[in-house]
Nanobody, 116 residues
């Protein structure tokens, strides 16, 4: 129901764009988020976007990452610029109902590796 794509390997300073395709039943009225989990670290929320387009970012990615959604295509994207080695992680897209705490729907994860 959530299919992430676009991961890969890039050198520090480079860019990648992640995309996540969702079924309409999940995408509509849902908050879409991107999480990441680096080896040995807890999963963290990177960015999220509401159905109306309101965005929030983790401090570590502000000014470098941009989350967007295409309501016609039921997709959410994460444009990642100025990548550094600390951005290396498995990235997951997720969805939750507005006004709730827990993300109920998760994609399979896509690996992002940034080398120095």
């Amino acid at each position: 129901q959530l299919q992430a794509s676009g991961g890969g390997s890039v050198q520090a300073g480079g860019s990648l764009r992640l995309s996540c395709a969702a079924s309409k039943s999940i995408f509509t009225f849902n908050v879409m988020g991107w999480y990441r989990q680096a080896p040995g670290k807890q999963r963290e929320l990177v960015a999220r976007i509401s159905a109306s387009g309101t965005t929030n970012y983790a401090d570590s990615v502000k000014g470098r990452f941009t989350i967007s959604r295409d309501n016609a295509q039921n997709t959410v994207s994460l444009q990642m610029n100025s990548l550094n080695v600390e951005d290396t992680a498995v990235y997951y897209c997720a969805a939750k109902r507005a006004g709730t705490t827990n993300y109920l729907y998760w994609g399979q994860g896509t690996q992002v590796t940034v080398s120095s």
